[in-house]
């Protein structure tokens, strides 16, 4: 069975500091991989998507920046947090192969930035 | 602008109704539609979708019309019970794209 993990659950950071978010997905080899993010009473928006290792397009400029270092692992950073970073970051992944299949969920990290 | 819209950010129903909730894209190139499910403080999960080549698809107590020349979709609920209460989302994209674009959410509550 397929398992996606999202770290941390929670984080409150200071702004002007450094963030990274991390995702792996177990048992799927080659998915697409997605990062998601939702200001508070606001609209989740996709931020990247990586098809493969080491290729990810950004999808809405944020100051961020998302890497794929593994197959299974999807990391989102910053070097310098914005008071507009606050929200929850989702992680998700679907099957490769250019169809459009479900997107399955992490439980995401909720980002205090003050 | 939002590509993807859904015009009422909140609905109520009572217990055992039917309700209709609707999502407008602009992009007609899309030809994949789907309705998530999220509950508070949970991820969202994957409620009923449709290909382009249909225009409506059912799932139990829900179903899924797609009108493509109106650039609409739209999620019926019947016999509507308690635990459907919950943010409604609708998405759409296009198929070999890694896109999938999200409206802003439907709060849906049913009181019993």
């Known amino acids: 069975a397929q398992t996606i993990h999202q770290w941390p659950v929670a984080e409150i950071k200071a702004v002007g500091s450094p963030l990274s978010l991390g995702c792996t997905i177990k048992g799927k080899s080659s998915p697409n991989l997605y990062w998601y993010w939702q200001a508070t009473g606001g609209t989740l928006q996709q931020l990247f998507y990586?098809?493969?290792?080491?290729?990810v397009e950004s999808v809405v400029q944020l100051n961020l920046s998302a890497s794929r270092p593994k197959d299974d692992q999807f990391i989102l950073s910053t070097e310098k947090l914005l008071l507009s970073h606050s929200g929850f970051y989702l992680c998700?992944?679907?099957?490769?192969?250019?169809?459009?299949?479900?997107?399955?969920f992490g439980a995401g990290t909720r980002l205090s930035v003050l | 602008g939002q590509q993807v819209k859904q015009s009422s950010p909140s609905l109520t129903v009572q217990e055992g109704g039917i309700l209709i909730l609707n999502c407008d894209y602009e992009n007609d190139m899309f030809d994949y539609f789907a309705w998530y499910k999220k509950y508070p403080d949970n991820s969202p999960t994957l409620l009923i979708s449709?290909?382009?080549?249909?225009d409506k698809r059912e799932d139990g107590r829900f179903t899924v019309f797609l009108n493509k020349s109106g650039k609409h979709f739209s999620l019926h609920i019947t016999a509507s019970q308690p635990e459907d209460t919950a943010v409604y989302l609708c998405a759409a994209g296009q198929g070999g794209s890694a896109k999938l674009i999200f409206g802003e959410g439907t709060k849906l509550t049913v009181s019993s």
């Open positions: 998700a992944w679907r099957l490769g192969g250019g169809s459009q299949n479900t997107l399955y």
């Open positions: 449709v290909r382009s080549n249909v």
């Open positions: 990586s098809i493969t290792v080491g290729q």
